[in-house]
């Protein structure tokens, strides 16, 4: 399978990375080397095998709902780039 | 007596009960060997000595008090991906160059209250995806055996750390050998427990279902005490194993005679470097030697680990870096236009090429209409790979074999070709598909470079894989070789 430069360009807009058009013909050569070493797996006869989605058979473990954390937002706002009346603060989204 | 970083984790402990040295002192040694022989290796990218030296007056204070324990007072540096309160924690990556977490992963409390001494945060891949060290923001980490070369990756400052005597002991992560290759690599003791064994809470995730934290030293006896302190149920990691932790130490002494070890053919097939295969059959030879058995196994589908992490990986990777957005924490652009652009140019400025890489394979591969192509076969071939050990487990204790093809390449050597780079982990990234504890020990030296062993253990059989490798050090000195800036 091989990328070209438009299909780097999508991916990285559902991604969210801001990738100058310098780039993107490296890195659509580096994306389809990487998916023609992972089409081996194309090969591989999986019929009737179960995926495998983590390696501990294990079910969901629950807590008992009550309150087990204190109050720490001002610790947390204090990493924030930008923040305002404890708020994390982005641009304007409504116009 | 020999100089304090020559000496094993039960020497200095036994230095220290009797008053020989104080936890000071002994901090005060390692931090002066990080100030004057780091700069050449670039291992440290955050050295603590305040709190280093306030955590070892503590620590002479337990031994006053006589209620120290076996690592009261033993110095240590955290891999720089484990959240320390108070000090920043950067994951190698320009996008957390200004974060300073807000509280301590289990492992970094945990060490803590078995009374570590914690020296500083050690350099790394960005996010852990490398194999060399050249990946990280803060420059890469130089091989102590020969500083044109790389130490492996992704935990290579704390690997370097270790083969340098910069500390006794080190933490590191492993999602597809990022423990065990640069182990190989600066020729030291490197493991990783089964999955879940060791809490993920507090350690910046990169692949949820493959990560494990374990640790580096010089032997695997140091190995035991640092699992001992580290190993246990979270309640706060929702993987986390109830699964009782046996005194790793107390179970060192296992004898060697009736060991069956089986030797995956596909470890030894075409790749592997000739005077790799040459130190890793002697080193088999000797565990014959000490009345193991050793018998020839298959991992058939093993061939097939590289092209099935490189979808599950990335996968998980594009899931778990999307909190990285210049909203709460971290790296923010300049002058956003809009919350979009805010996005965009926060992650593509904050993160480096090889991690947009693999955000970017991770995104695709769980796109619509590929789903099922990658993604869904990726995990149907996991699925593989887990039984084939399940099958060999049948038959024998351990597995054994290269941690890698070759020696430590040079830096640079690799950085242009993606595929090779991954290429490193060929033998070490089943372990973790599989969720399986596993080690590397040096195994002796090809052209002047250590080589490592791989040992591969079924799950939660990490005593077993401990007890072997100490008595392969008990007969052995390979892991006494030390590089000259070491001695």
Redesign the interface.
Same mark, same amino acid.
């Given at each position: 399978m091989s990328?070209d430069s438009d299909q =780097?360009h999508r991916?990285?807009e559902?991604?969210?990375?801001? %990738?100058t058009d310098a780039d993107l013909p490296l890195?659509a050569s580096?994306?389809s080397? %990487?998916?023609d070493?992972?089409?081996?797996?194309?090969a591989?006869d999986?019929q009737g095998?179960? #995926?495998?989605?983590? #390696?501990?058979a294990?079910v969901?473990?629950l807590?008992a709902d009550d309150v087990s954390e204190c109050d720490?937002r001002e610790?947390?706002i204090?990493?924030? #780039?930008?923040s305002a009346d404890g708020l994390?603060l982005? #641009?304007? =989204?409504i116009e | 007596m020999s100089a304090l970083h020559l000496r094993s984790v039960a020497e200095l402990a036994r230095g220290l009960q009797a008053g020989e040295f104080s936890a000071a002192e002994l901090a005060q040694h390692f931090l002066d060997r990080i100030v004057r022989l780091d700069a050449d290796l670039n291992c440290v990218i955050t050295p603590t000595p305040e709190a280093a030296l306030a955590a070892a007056a503590a620590a002479d204070a337990q031994f006053a008090k006589g209620s120290a324990g076996p690592l009261t007072g033993i110095p240590l540096l955290h891999k720089d991906i484990f959240c320390t309160r108070g000090i920043r924690t950067s994951c190698g990556s320009r996008m957390l160059d200004n974060f300073v977490a807000p509280y301590d992963a289990t492992v970094v409390d945990r060490l803590k209250r078995a009374g570590v001494v914690t020296l500083g945060k050690t350099n790394m891949d960005e996010f852990a995806m490398g194999s060399s060290n050249e990946t990280s923001f803060y420059g890469p980490v130089r091989n102590p055996w020969d500083t044109a070369r790389v130490p492996g990756g992704s935990s290579g400052g704390s690997a370097a750390a270790v083969a340098a005597g910069l500390a006794p002991l080190s933490t590191g992560t492993d999602t597809g050998g990022s423990i065990r290759q640069p182990a190989a690599l600066t020729g030291i003791t490197g493991f990783k427990p089964t999955y879940g064994r060791v809490s993920r809470y507090g350690m910046i995730a990169f692949a949820s279902s493959l990560d494990q934290a374990g640790g580096f030293a010089r032997s695997a006896e140091d190995i035991a005490y640092l699992m001992t302190a580290m190993a246990g149920f979270d309640p706060l990691d929702s993987t986390s194993a109830e699964v009782a932790v046996p005194d790793y130490v107390a179970a060192l002494e296992q004898p060697l005679a009736g060991l069956k070890l089986g030797k995956p053919r596909e470890y030894f097939a075409e790749g592997l470097d000739e005077a790799t295969r040459a130190a890793t059959e002697a080193a088999i030879a000797v565990f014959e030697s000490l009345g193991a058995t050793v018998v020839d196994v298959s991992l058939p589908s093993s061939t097939l680990s590289v092209p099935t992490y490189y979808v599950v990986a990335p996968a998980e990777a594009s899931s778990n870096l999307a909190r990285f957005d210049g909203v709460r924490y971290g790296y923010r652009c300049a002058d956003p236009l809009n919350l979009r652009d805010l996005y965009m140019r926060s992650r593509g400025e904050g993160f480096g090429r090889e991690v947009q890489r693999r955000i970017m394979i991770g995104t695709y591969v769980l796109s619509h209409g590929y789903y099922d192509a990658y993604y869904l076969q990726a995990q149907k071939v996991r699925q593989l790979i887990a039984s084939d050990f399940a099958r060999a487990f049948e038959q024998v204790d351990l597995i054994v074999g290269p941690t890698t093809q070759a020696p430590a390449f040079r830096l640079g050597e690799k950085t242009a070709d993606p595929i090779s780079m991954y290429l490193n982990d060929i033998y070490t990234i089943a372990a973790n598909l599989a969720g399986l504890p596993a080690l590397s020990l040096p195994a002796g030296l090809a052209s002047g470079l250590p080589v490592g062993l791989q040992l591969i253990g079924p799950a939660f059989a990490e005593e077993n894989l401990l007890a072997a490798a100490h008595g392969f050090q008990q007969a052995t000195d390979w892991h006494q070789l030390r590089p000259e800036i070491a001695q």
């Open positions: 990328l =780097v991916v990285a559902l991604a969210r990375l801001s %990738i890195y580096e994306l080397a %990487i998916l070493m992972v089409d081996q797996l194309r591989a999986t095998v179960v #995926p495998m989605a983590h #390696p501990l294990m969901q473990r807590r720490r610790d947390f204090a990493l924030a #780039p930008e994390f982005v #641009p304007q =989204v | -």
